[in-house]
Each structure stands twice: as structure tokens, then as C-alpha cells.
């Protein structure tokens, strides 16, 4: 069974530029997450997709941060403009329905993110 | 709120030595707990988890955890660490009943040989 995987694996771009990070969860789970850890910080919560749909997106730091999970399958995160600030690790995971097993989330290798 | 602290950042031990990370939470409810591990360049990887029963739990790559209620600890133990445990190691509490992980700051382990 294929794990979680992420694309692309690390990203240099230029402040106020765009990025689009992808995650492709494992096959059948309904439940995908995005985590960012920032330089030194602990990794935080950005948001959480049931199926297609957004379930909670409190994490998310502002309106420059764009998430999308078309169909249920794969997700998008995109950065537009990105900020220096922006930079770090992002941690995409998922999990399968159910009352505690879905508590139970596998993680994909992040993408590290560098604006300059 | 709900938090999670590794009081620990680096950790140091020798090869064969026993080990045992902190971890503290800050939850009102019965929490469900799990210790995660990240090895240089991959993801994280799920060590072991609490949910409710026996409070010492056993996990993958020979780690053991146990729950104490009273202490609001499930610290992180192995008997003889190997130079292949060394990583970074988390602690994460669900949050409430949406589901997402909060997060400890993480401990870094380093094996000497």
C-alpha cells in the first residue's frame, strides 16, 4: 500500500510569488490534513478535508493560503503571495473513517517550503 | 486550550543505553495520545498510541509509553536505544473532537556511539 506521498519535496521561490503544494493521501481515506512547522516552532494545524469537503480550517494563518481536495482524492495548498514568513515544512497527512481510528494519522514527508 | 510540552529540545545518549523522553499535556478529558518519530528526511512516523486501557503501551521499533493520569505524562521509553533511534521525536494530543493533532515542540535524539 502507497504511503502519503507530497510534491515537490522542497520549493525555493521569491517572496510574492505563487506556490502549489500537493498531497496525495492513501487510497480510501477520507480524512486529509495539513500541518506546517515553521523553523524552531512546533508543527501546527492548517486545516482538515472530510471527502472534499473543508471540516475545520481554523489553522489556516490568512487568506493567502488556498486549499482544495477536488473529488475527495488528491489536495492542493497554495501560497499566493507568499511571504517570508511562509517558510517551513508542510506536513500533509491522512486517515480513514471511523470513531478512533481515524485519530490515527499517517504522514507524508513534507514539503519544504523556502521563500527568499 | 489544549497543549502538549517536551520539556526536553536535545537529548543525548549512548549507544545501548536506556532512554526516556518527556512528555506533559494539558487536556480536561481522558486524552488520546501518540508519540511520533521523524527520521532525517522522511515523514513522521506513528510510534504508539493511547486511547484508554492498560496505561502502558507498546509500540514499534522496541518504544514503550506509559500514561499516568495523575502527572498528565505519557513519557516515551526504550530499554537500549540502538544509533538508528536517532531522530526527532513528538508528542501529540487530539484536539477535542475534530480530530487534528497538537503538536509538543519535539525532542531531537542523538546516539553516541
Known amino acids: 500500500e502507497a504511503g502519503v506521498t507530497q510534491f515537490p519535496s522542497h520549493s525555493v521561490i521569491e517572496k510574492g510569488q505563487t506556490v502549489t503544494l500537493r498531497c496525495d493521501p492513501i487510497?480510501?481515506?477520507?480524512?486529509l490534513y495539513w500541518y506546517r512547522r515553521v523553523m524552531g516552532k512546533e508543527i501546527k494545524f492548517l486545516l482538515h478535508f472530510v471527502k472534499e469537503s473543508k471540516q475545520d480550517e481554523s489553522g489556516m494563518p490568512n487568506n493567502r493560503f488556498l486549499a482544495e481536495r477536488t473529488g475527495g482524492t488528491y489536495s492542493t495548498l497554495k501560497v499566493q503571495p507568499a511571504e517570508l514568513e511562509d517558510s517551513g515544512v508542510y506536513f500533509c497527512?491522512?486517515?480513514?473513517?471511523?470513531?478512533?481510528?481515524?485519530?490515527?494519522?499517517?504522514f507524508g514527508p513534507g514539503t519544504r517550503l523556502t521563500v527568499t | 486550550a489544549q497543549s502538549v510540552t517536551q520539556p526536553d529540545i536535545h537529548i543525548t545518549v549512548s549507544e545501548g543505553a536506556s532512554l526516556e523522553l518527556r512528555c506533559n499535556y494539558s487536556?480536561?478529558?481522558?486524552?488520546?495520545l501518540f508519540w511520533y518519530v521523524q527520521s532525517p528526511g522522511q515523514g513522521l512516523q506513528l510510534l504508539l498510541k493511547?486511547?484508554?486501557?492498560?496505561?502502558l503501551v507498546q509500540g514499534i521499533k522496541g518504544f514503550e509509553a506509559e500514561f499516568k493520569r495523575s502527572q498528565s505524562s505519557f513519557n516515551l521509553r526504550k530499554p537500549s536505544v540502538h544509533w538508528s533511534d536517532a531522530a526527532e521525536y513528538f508528542c501529540?494530543?487530539?484536539?477535542?473532537?475534530?480530530?487534528?493533532?497538537?503538536f509538543g515542540k519535539g525532542t531531537k535524539l542523538s546516539v553516541k556511539p
Open positions: 501529540a494530543v487530539v484536539r477535542g473532537s475534530q480530530g487534528n493533532l497538537i
Open positions: 497527512a491522512s486517515s480513514p473513517s471511523g470513531k478512533l481510528i481515524s485519530y490515527e494519522q499517517y
Open positions: 487510497s480510501g481515506h477520507d480524512n
Open positions: 487536556y480536561g478529558a481522558t486524552p488520546y
Open positions: 493511547y486511547f484508554s486501557g492498560d496505561t
